[in-house]
């Protein structure tokens, strides 16, 4: 069996190599970031990212055929197949500035790979990569006169945030793209045996490269489409007395449509959709294809609109002024079971309350250190506290920004009774009970249900 290094140490190369690692003992797996923290963080029993069942993952393989370093050049050089796995955010300066993705940190693993390479090595393309990434990514690795044979492919990953471990394990597809040539095929070949170890091979698809790019990139288009277009018809049925949830069901139980990701919220946030949709966008612009860039980018501006609706609605509801107000923001990780909050729109909701000149009190289980980093310019009007209880105490409104599954257990009567009044909760994300906390007495708006108020 092949010998795999990966580069980064992330949400995607951690998760991904260590279950690699796990279901095929006879493949050595190495791991290299150029972040000694994070390396370190992986081979300790505090795990750099929250990631439920991730641990025993981990400790199945560590030390055995799983390894973290930061010896990158000695990982590559070792390696028969050589997975990128680094960050390509949206670009923030120059051409394609806020919309293209960045692929700086791509390119530099590219360089590396050539000059540090004795051997011949299939590179795995990991990362979310803008289609027909992988022909520059050719001609970087075979530029000069360096007789070694680079054979790349497309291996875009599709686990989502929480729920890695059972995405990984079982999978509803793998999808690896590579050249139609004898030597792209050998090394398709040769990644559809790694997987196979424990995926049907069914649901094993093998496609041409630049089909594989472009299908990530499409997938979380649609993805983050759905909850756009819910989100769009949430803000209509707040103004007609219909309920979302009423109407995601009965749409939901058409098979043409399908149930997931019909639930409507304060809009869709982490590192991905809307990074990939902004590079979808700018991929048809550079084609000449204004129409379909207009078409995706609106699915960006629906979820911008989202979540300063919500804001909106809690100023409106709460007599147009929360200066001085507290408000406990229960939930900062885009969403739950995970410790990010990468885009989290909770970002974008404390940021505009504090504009009010809110005092805002931020809970979250899983995701307060990085909370604590995405806000510094806060630092004045943001209050950070771990209990649920204690956060909400003496708040005139508590907001639901995330949906822990811990949130729908919490004791509102008690919350309730600790809070100024007339107490608001505005539940972000539609996930409580609204007449049991209404009859406590809350005055409680959802997403697509609207405001349920003693107030006359
Ligand atoms: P991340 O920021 O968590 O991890 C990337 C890692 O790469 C970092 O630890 C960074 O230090 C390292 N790195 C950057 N340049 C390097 C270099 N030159 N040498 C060695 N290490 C380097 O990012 P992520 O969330 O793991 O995402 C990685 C890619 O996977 C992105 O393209 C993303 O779009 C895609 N993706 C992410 C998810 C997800 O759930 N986060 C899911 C599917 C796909
Ligand atoms: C998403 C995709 O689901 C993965 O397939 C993909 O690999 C990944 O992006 C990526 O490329 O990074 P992730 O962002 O981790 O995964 O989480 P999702 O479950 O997709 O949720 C994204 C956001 O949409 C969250 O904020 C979530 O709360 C929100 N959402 C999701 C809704 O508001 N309503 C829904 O019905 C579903």
Redesign the pocket.
Known sequence: MPKICCIGAGYVGGPTMAMIAKKCPEVQVTVVDINADRIAAWQSDDLPIYEPGLDEVVKAALGRNLFFSTDVDQAIMDADIVFVSVNTPTKTFGEGAGCASDLQYWELCARRIKEVSTSDKIIVEKS?LPVRTAEAMERVLHSGDNPIHFEVLSNP??????TAVADLENPDRVLIGGHETPSGQKALQTLVEVYAQWIPRDRILTTNLWSAELSKLT??AF?AQ??SS?NAISALCEATEADVGEVAHAIGTDSRIGS????A?I???????KK?ILNLVYLCETYGLQEPADYWRQVVTMNDYQETRFVKTMLHNMFNTIANKRIAVLGFA??ADTGDTRES?AIRVCRELASEHATIIVSDPEAMENAKLDMPELADQIEFEEDPYKAAKDAHAVAVLT?WKLYKELDFQRIYDSMQKPAFLFDGRNMLDHNALFEMGFEVYSIGKGLKTHLK
């Open positions: 979310t990953e599709f686990l989502a945030e929480g997938a979380n993805l759905r909850v819910i997931k990701f019909l639930k919220s809009g869709f946030g982490g590192s991905c959709f990939d885009f969403k729109p949906d």
